[in-house]
């Protein structure tokens, strides 16, 4: 069952995007998403994500973050705890002082967050206070984390820098910095390869798509052209990681398709989109070497397809599971693909 | 905004301008000079109750807070407004090389996803009305409900009269769906009666039959009168008469099958029939079927008998168009619905703005539907998509208003102005100022600066927007703001990034120099994960390329690479790329570096350096404040003699012959 959470006029709202079993002859899906219940938020919901099955963590833009739970028996929605203050600038202008609250990653029973404050704070989700908090962090604003590995988190920031956080160490400092060549475009978002941990994935300022493979130099392996605008959020497919989903500003959302069957057909049997591109890439050893860092570009193809067919408004947001996509809009609209890979 | 109107009483009123609202309150003074009370405290616009006096007597102000276009804070509006941007914009994009019939279907498809939308709003608010237990809110949702019901009402007879400008046959047929669809909730009273037991002995059972006819739905009509035939067997041959004509009834059909002339001709054949039934007396003993027959030869009389089943002068119009000229054409229609209100409110009530409205439909003046929808309607929605749909329809000549636009624009610009005051609805009205050819651009530079920027996203957002469209100013207006706002919560990296953004090259320099101060002031660098890792952008600014150099110094001095830092710090200051007022603590670097075991400066980069110290001492008329300053005469003296002595050492290690 799909629950996905969206945002409404400051609302946190838990819909039901129906059973899987609920399929036609033909696999259409019947029904739309239903409204289950929803809460007030204070602030702009900058980021959010599920701790467990029934709690979700949200960053919020007035610096707060908060624990909500779904309480499904009678389905509704409470605010479980709150970090208030997470994030501050320390203005005294501003009557509350408080600073956006910019992403959020949980490895339940830790949650970390990152900011606009260039701060980044460690909790757990039984504990009143931050366990760990690194003042400072960043001189620019941190837009995204993610964990690299349980102790290790990448976050990205605003002058173009990816930086690796080993959290055992007590110094307040990355561990590594990697940075683009030219110049230093803002970075968005991030992700990492869910089974080959050193290949990762960022989106930048200018649409562009960075992969890194942090074992080896501070540059990316490669860049790719491919949204107009900010590229919001980057997404590998948890269980078939092949594929990579990013979306945009420009109102557009790109399905990256690096798996191999591709290459089998000739190029002019593909069934592509009206908006499909191919890129290509080689995939030597396969099974060794993944697609995303292959730079021989003789043998295989990358096949990207748009997949909003009349855009308008920017994608804000994208989450992928199995064979279901969501993802909002700037039209206060969310929309649900239950057959990705049809 | 309450009771304004009580507030004008021997009182004057004055505002205030706000960025989405007006704050109004009363006052005693007249205009500027005037006063009547000694003792005024003061004129509240700052939201407070302001007491004054009057004659001495005690009396309190209020301030009122008068905003715009309340609708957009409704939440079940705003399906409406974002669904309804989607279609504008698909009409925008639409192609126009299609002709004739293709584009006419394309127009009126996008005529009813307008009305589907319309609709599913309802569908919200009713469900939001149903489901609250605010009688406040359930009253609001209810009306709502109402208004939109309207709106429905009025865009479809649109899109029949303007945007499918059926002609006669066609016309009829959409003008019998049209009031099927809005008129009179027939459905309940049908489900009562059917639901019964004896459907012909329910006390509703006529009325049911005559809306039927009166709505021309004769198959369902025939079905509900077999029931009383079955029932009512004394009255079967009157029933398989008065079926065999309404089976019979020749009605206008959408497909070419038949010429209106073929169609007039057995109309009039089958209305002197049911004429013929009527003069024998057929329906005599039934008053009920005697009823329907009269109805069914257009009598006006039996049809205004059943007002109350019509409820509008709308329905009496369709009924009498289907009855005395189904073949009725657009033209034609004015003098029939003028005829046919006159007749339905027969001077006991005056039309409201919605028969007004529809009138003025009837009679196709389409300037005067907006002209009263505007006029009705509490925002600009409606009009706005109308009339951008009817200039679509080429329908529209160009209305000049005094300052010259026309006015499909001119609600556009009004109906965006309005988004803006929204803190998210607003991007939904910089696509629609985009497709206002002659304002739209200006309206989008003044709406565009006045947005909230309450996070960086939302500034990134505008300034893409902006960028976009090449709004060179606004992109560096906004980009000051942010740059500004990091620095004052000490963001350095985040303020550069903005003036990275705008090639902003001034404020690159105002965030160098603040870094050069903290250094100054702390002896060590802030934020080295940025000055380390400046790339290319260093380039933005003179003073930023001096941070990154300067930086670099302290790392090979750092790295023990002397020789490099020496002459890098020597650079720095002949090549004129560090400012005059940092060169006294360049010097003041150099000075360890004189001070190694080893030579490090030649003796040319020694006179420089010597002339840079000159240069600086001499270059200030205002001695004083080097010789007041101990600290400052100290630095000079140890720096000339550090100097000296390197120069000694160095002119004898360069005048040594090697290994000589």
């Not at chain 1, 080896?216 to 052209?225: A, E, F, I």
């Not at chain 2, 039927?212 to 004769?218: E, N, P, T």
């Not at chain 2, 034609?332 to 409201?352: K, N, T, V």
Request: contains cysteine; glycine residues 6%; aromatic residues 8%.
């Amino acid at each position: 069952k799909c629950g996905i959470v969206s945002v409404q006029d400051n609302r946190i709202s838990i819909w039901s995007a129906g059973d899987l079993g609920n399929t036609g002859l033909n696999g259409e899906y019947h029904g739309e998403p239903r409204l289950l219940c929803d809460i007030q938020h204070n602030g702009d919901v900058m980021d959010m994500q599920f701790l467990d099955q029934e709690r979700i963590v949200v960053a919020s833009s007035t610096g707060t973050v908060t624990i909500f739970r779904h309480h499904q028996n009678n389905q509704t929605l409470s605010a479980n705890h709150r970090w208030d203050k997470a994030h501050y600038h320390v203005d005294q202008d501003t009557s509350c002082g408080g600073a956006a609250c910019t992403g959020v990653v949980c490895n339940n029973p830790e949650i970390v967050t990152v900011g606009e404050d260039g701060r980044i704070n460690l909790f757990r989700a039984d504990q009143k206070d931050a366990v760990r908090t690194i003042d400072n962090a960043d001189s620019s604003t941190l837009h995204a984390v993610t964990f690299l590995r349980t102790t290790e988190i990448l976050t990205v920031n605003s002058i173009g820098q990816l930086k690796i956080w080993d959290l055992r160490h007590q110094r307040n400092e990355p561990s590594q910095i990697f940075s683009l060549a030219g110049d230093r475009v803002p970075l968005h978002c991030v992700d990492r390869h869910p089974n080959q941990q050193h290949i990762v994935a960022t989106g930048g300022q200018d649409g562009m798509l960075s992969i890194w493979d942090i074992r080896q130099g501070t540059m990316p392996v490669s860049l790719l052209n491919a949204h107009e605008a900010e590229m919001w959020e980057v997404h590998f497919h948890p269980s078939d990681p092949d594929h990579l989903f990013t979306c945009s500003e420009d109102g557009s959302l790109w399905h990256w398709d690096t798996s191999t069957n591709v290459s089998e057909k000739p190029s002019f049997l593909h069934q592509g989109g009206r908006s499909t591109a191919y890129l290509s890439h080689s995939t030597i050893n396969q099974s060794v070497v993944s697609a995303w860092l292959s730079n021989d570009p003789t043998k295989d193809r990358m096949e990207i397809t748009n997949l909003i067919p009349n855009q308008t408004l920017s994608v804000n947001s994208l989450d992928v599971l199995g064979p279901c996509l969501v993802y909002g809009t700037d039209a206060e609209a969310i929309y649900v693909n239950r057959q990705l890979f049809a | 905004p309450g009771d304004i109107g009580l507030l004008l009483q021997n009182k004057g009123l004055c505002f205030a301008w706000g960025p989405a609202e007006v704050l109004v309150c009363e006052t005693l003074f007249g205009r500027a000079g005037e006063s009547r009370s000694r003792s005024w405290a003061g004129r509240a616009l700052t939201g407070s109750v302001v007491a004054g006096t009057e004659n001495g007597a005690p009396s309190s102000s209020r301030v009122f807070v008068v905003r715009r276009d309340q609708d957009i804070y409704i939440q079940t509006l705003r399906k409406l407004f974002n669904e309804s941007h989607g279609i504008f914009m698909g009409l925008q994009r639409s192609e126009e090389e299609l002709a004739g019939k293709s584009r006419k279907a394309q127009l009126v498809q996008v005529s009813k996803n307008y009305r589907s939308v319309i609709r599913a709003c309802m569908e919200d608010m009713h469900q939001a009305a149903v489901s609250t237990r605010d009688p406040a809110l359930q009253g609001q949702y209810s009306t709502q409900v109402s208004i939109l019901s309207a709106m429905e009402l009025i865009w479809n007879l649109c899109e029949i009269l303007f945007v499918e400008a059926a002609t006669a046959g066609p016309l009829l047929l959409r003008l019998l769906d049209w009031v099927r669809l809005h008129v009179c909730d027939v459905d309940s009273m049908v489900r009562d009666v059917l639901g019964s037991e004896s459907p012909s002995k329910h006390k509703l059972f006529w009325n049911v039959v005559d809306i039927f006819v009166l709505q021309g739905r004769m198959d369902e009509a025939r079905h509900l009168l077999s029931k009383e035939a079955t029932a009512n067997p004394a009255s079967m041959n009157m029933y398989k008469i008065l079926d065999d004509l309404m089976k019979k009834m020749p009605v206008p059909s959408l497909s070419n099958t038949q010429t209106l002339t073929e169609l007039e001709l057995k109309w009039q054949h089958w209305h002197e029939e049911c004429q013929r039934y009527l003069q024998d007396g057929t329906f005599a003993s039934n008053p009920h079927m005697e009823s329907i027959c009269k109805i069914l030869l257009g009598d006006e009389d039996a049809i205004l008998e059943k007002k109350e089943l019509m409820t509008t002068w709308y329905h009496f119009l369709v009924t009498r168009l289907l009855y005395s000229h189904p073949t009725v054409k657009p033209m034609e229609l004015r003098f029939y619905a003028q005829s046919s209100m006159d007749l339905f409110l027969g001077g006991e009530s005056s039309p409201e703005p919605l028969d007004l409205i529809l009138m003025a439909a009837f009679e196709f003046e389409m300037h005067q539907v907006i002209k009263e929808c505007s006029i009705v309607l509490s925002n600009w929605w409606f009009v706005a998509h109308l009339t951008d749909l009817l200039d679509h329809c080429k329908l529209l000549q160009s209305h000049n208003l005094y300052f010259g636009s026309n006015m499909r624009e001119f609600l556009l610009l009004e109906y965006a102005s309005g988004l803006f005051s929204h803190h998210s609805l607003w991007q939904l009205g910089v696509d629609y100022f985009d497709h206002c050819p002659e304002y739209g651009r200006v309206y989008l530079e003044l709406h565009i600066e006045r947005i909230p920027l309450s996070t960086e996203q939302k500034a990134l957002k505008v300034l893409r927007i902006c960028e976009q469209r090449q709004m060179h100013e606004q992109v560096r207006s906004i980009c000051k703001i942010m740059a500004m706002k990091a620095l004052r919560n000490n963001r350095l990296g985040s303020a550069l990034s903005w003036s990275i953004r705008a090639k902003d090259a001034a404020f690159a320099t105002l965030i160098s120099d603040r870094f050069l101060k903290d250094y100054c002031e702390r002896g060590c660098f802030s934020d080295l994960d940025l000055i380390d890792n400046l790339g290319p952008s260093m380039l933005l600014s003179d003073r930023l390329t001096f941070l990154g150099k300067y930086r670099e110094f302290h790392r090979l001095y750092g790295e023990q690479r002397f020789a490099e830092a020496a002459r890098l710090l020597l650079t720095l200051m002949t090549a004129h790329i560090a400012p005059c007022s940092f060169w006294m603590t360049l010097l003041t670097d150099a000075l360890p570096l004189l001070e190694q075991k080893e030579v490090i400066f030649s003796a040319e980069q020694t006179y420089e350096l010597m002339r840079c110290l000159e240069d600086l001492t001499a270059g200030n008329p205002d001695k004083q404040k080097f010789q007041d300053d101990d600290v400052e005469t100290t630095k000079v003296e140890m720096l000339r003699l550090a100097l000296a002595r390197n120069l000694a050492r160095v002119i004898v290690k360069e005048g040594t012959v090697e290994g000589s």
